[in-house]
């Protein structure tokens, strides 16, 4: 049922290179691939999580609904590119009643991301235990999960898994922040015996000054693991004169210590250019929370949200994005 990230994936979503083009990374020609009212009463559907699944994909989706509250619901696709999105929203099951307990303060789901690791899907998610924190639980099957107990205390987002453990641990990346519309951020790494207990916490990442990725940064899909070392793609936030601005950059970290970064290119892979990423209910947003990754043909593709509003994806060659990577260090 399973597929690890480094297993072959013949059946990844794809377009080649437009003719002319030398981007690292390029847009779908079927952008947005899930518009922001493909359910009933969806306001918008964005930052979303895609993992292979069966003979297709499955995911975890943000929908913010028409009263504007924020939830995650589960999705399957053949193909990567028509998504079927359950209309209920997940029902996380808790064996633990302290989990339980804590679940009754929950203000809502968003932003997630999923990872297949050992032997299931886990889920991370950010949640309103008393602000922002990091939720985390599994599923087999995409349609029961089970929830765990948070991660982080408040205030915390952009919870990311590794896809195995490393040196026995468990490792997750996050960035602390603040209750609001955090205008700071660094990219953190915490180590678990056992995905409850986190600790060890490392900076990873901060910020460059007047750069695209001058404000914050934060993880984006679940670390593919290379030769060279473990492929982040993550996201940096500039402050403009008109807000936010939101692109994506990529970097290698240590194989062994994650913590460590190896190369971090200074330009951005992908930034917000086209309407569908400059106008929404977030202008000017590229936020991605998935990546796919066809081993033997080296084809890397990224779901990303745009204009905290829709779904979209850009595709590139993994071994061309780290060539990228430590040739704009």
């Known amino acids: 049922m399973g597929t690890a990230a480094t297993d072959a994936l013949p059946n990844i979503p794809w377009e080649d290179r437009p003719a002319g083009s030398k981007a690292v990374l390029w847009r779908s020609s079927r952008n947005p691939i899930i518009r922001r009212d493909q359910i009933e009463r969806s306001n918008s ?3 979303s ?3 292979p699944f069966d003979d297709g994909f499955a995911g975890v989706f943000r929908v913010d609904d028409t009263t504007r509250i924020m939830n995650i619901h589960a ?10 999105i359950e209309q209920p929203t997940i029902e996380w099951i808790a ?9 009754k303060t929950f203000e809502h789901a968003y932003d997630p991301r999923v990872t297949w690791l050992e032997d299931r899907y886990y889920v991370t998610w950010c949640n309103g235990y008393h602000g922002p924190t990091i939720g985390v639980g599994y599923t087999h099957d995409f349609k029961s999960f089970h929830q765990l107990d948070n991660a982080f205390l408040p205030f915390n987002r952009n919870g990311v898994l590794f896809p195995r453990r490393v040196n026995g641990a468990y490792l997750m990346l996050s960035r602390p922040s603040d209750n609001g519309h955090t205008p700071f951020g660094d990219i953190y790494l915490s180590e678990s015996p056992d995905l409850v207990h986190w600790g060890r916490h ?9 750069t695209w990725e001058s404000t914050k940064v934060g993880a984006g899909p679940t670390p593919i693991e290379t030769p060279e070392g473990w492929l982040l793609i993550y996201h940096g936030v500039l402050t403009s004169c008109n807000g936010f601005v939101y692109s994506m950059g990529a970097a290698l970290l240590d ?18 250019q086209v309407p569908y990423e400059q106008v929404g209910d977030v202008p000017n947003v590229a936020f991605p929370c998935a990546a796919l ?3 033997p043909t080296g084809r890397l593709t990224v779901y990303y949200g745009g204009a905290d509003t829709v779904v979209c ?3 590139g060659y993994l071994p061309e994005v780290i060539e990228f990577v430590r040739a704009r260090s």
């Open 202 to 210: 490392r900076q990873v990442m901060t910020t460059r000054p007047w």
């Open 293 to 295: 990754y066809d081993r």
């Open 255 to 272: 194989l062994d210590e994650p913590w460590k970064v190896i190369a971090r290119s200074r330009d951005y892979l992908l930034s917000p």
């Open 75 to 84: 999705g399957f696709s053949r193909d990567g590119v028509d998504w079927k």
């Open 95 to 103: 064996a633990d009643p302290r989990v339980r307990e804590i679940q």
């Open 45 to 47: 559907i964005f930052n």
């Open 313 to 315: 994806l850009a595709h």
């Open 49 to 51: 999580a895609v993992v």
